[in-house]
Nanobody, 124 residues
Framework: QVQLTESGGGSVQAGGSLKLSCAPSGYTHINYCMGWFRQAPGKGRESVASINSDGRTSYADSVKGRFTISQDNAKSTLFLQMNSLKPEDSAMYYC??????????????????WGQGTQVTVSS
């Protein structure tokens, strides 16, 4: 059974930084695509960033230049470094992994395994 466990969320003031982590278990496709989504109250789920099996990264325009998605060398942990945070970045952030069915990530791959989410709150 695939499990994705996020950590690293919290509250920060505008302009601050946070780093999210996602540790997958039971997921054998270590060379597949992974990504981060977010969802704010009353809004739809938004693909924020993704990383393909060849290491190519893609970002939503709203976070480009501020967020960086990465993996450790063993591809055992997925990260999202978030800098210059804005109040509009406040949302529940979800880690996602490639699956046969799901939502299309910003990089084009289908992401269908989800973590439980970690809350990010940015105050002005």
């Amino acid at each position: 059974q695939v499990q994705l466990t996020e950590s690293g969320g919290g509250s920060v003031q505008a302009g601050g930084s946070l780093k999210l982590s996602c540790a997958p278990s039971g997921y054998t496709h270590i060379n597949y695509c992974m990504g981060w989504f977010r969802q704010a109250p009353g809004k739809g789920r938004e693909s924020v960033a993704s990383i393909n099996s060849d290491g190519r990264t893609s970002y939503a325009d709203s976070v480009k230049g501020r967020f960086t998605i990465s993996q450790d060398n063993a591809k055992s942990t997925l990260f999202l470094q978030m800098n210059s945070l804005k109040p509009e970045d406040s949302a529940m952030y979800y880690c996602a992994a490639e699956a046969s069915f799901g939502s299309r990530g910003v990089g084009g791959c289908i992401l269908g395994y989800w973590g439980q989410g970690t809350q990010v709150t940015v105050s002005s």
